[in-house]
């Protein structure tokens, strides 16, 4: 799971110069009926990179994630994930292709245990039978036991281990935010779409949060794009932010530059009044 930690910071710069882009987006649009909901949109995601995507309720950044994981498909644009196609695509495809998503709204099986909840994320790995499993084969324990060795790295690294047991329906919310993430990790997930990951959230939740998704980047490796209105942990772990307005990109920049870009400034406050 972990990165190559004899890696020179050289050697690190190499292979990232050397990476495909992990997302490219060229003049995405989508209309509904007459509403054009994202606008000629293009951004991207560098291989390790963890970018913000803000802006006022209504701008179009849900629309977007939904069209990137295929719930949508727009009417005009390419898609790449890793420098490889995934227009038309439909939702396991994207997963296998690398690109996972999570919910504002969280989607957990709800009577399913935490553990049995992040075992599914595993599914990909699962290389025994259906005969190994009504056999109980020798084979297939094996490939449980190396299975459930991974289910609860993730519960520890999640800090889920005391509720492994527990139905996922019983969980406090911030837990359930993090079971989320956690099944998220079990895919293979290469780069992470996260919407709205510390929505309900308290500050010190917050703040968990924060140090976490900075802790599994690195740890797996991974490329993230995240949709959130707060502002804290937007500007204290991205390191690009693009801003949309109406279905449009109006802003993308360091957390610096879009503090101080005025247009972004008078689509959350309101275009200052004159005298």
Known sequence: MPGNLGCTPTEKEKSSMNAPIALNVENMTLSFGGIVAVDDLSLEVKTGELVGLIGPNGAGKTTVFNILSGIYLPQNGNIRVFGKPIDGFKTHQITRAGLVRTFQNIRLFKEMSVADNIKVGFYHENSYGLKDAFFQTHFFH?????????????????ELSAYQNKLAKALAYGDQKKLELARA??????????????????????????KTILNVKQRFGLSMLVIEHDMHLVMGVCERIYVME???KIAEGS?????????????????????
Request: no cysteine; glycine share 6%; proline share 3%.
């Open 142 to 158: 094996n490939q449980e036991t190396q299975l459930m060795k991974k289910v609860h790295e993730l519960m520890e690294l999640l």
């Open 185 to 210: 990790l079990a895919t293979g997930a290469k780069l992470l779409l996260l919407d709205e990951p510390v929505a309900g959230m308290n500050r010190s939740e917050t703040q968990w949060f924060m």
């Open 246 to 248: 109406h279905g449009i």
């Open 255 to 275: 957390p610096k530059a879009i503090q101080n870009d005025l247009r972004v400034i008078e689509a959350y406050l309101g275009k200052k009044s004159r005298a």
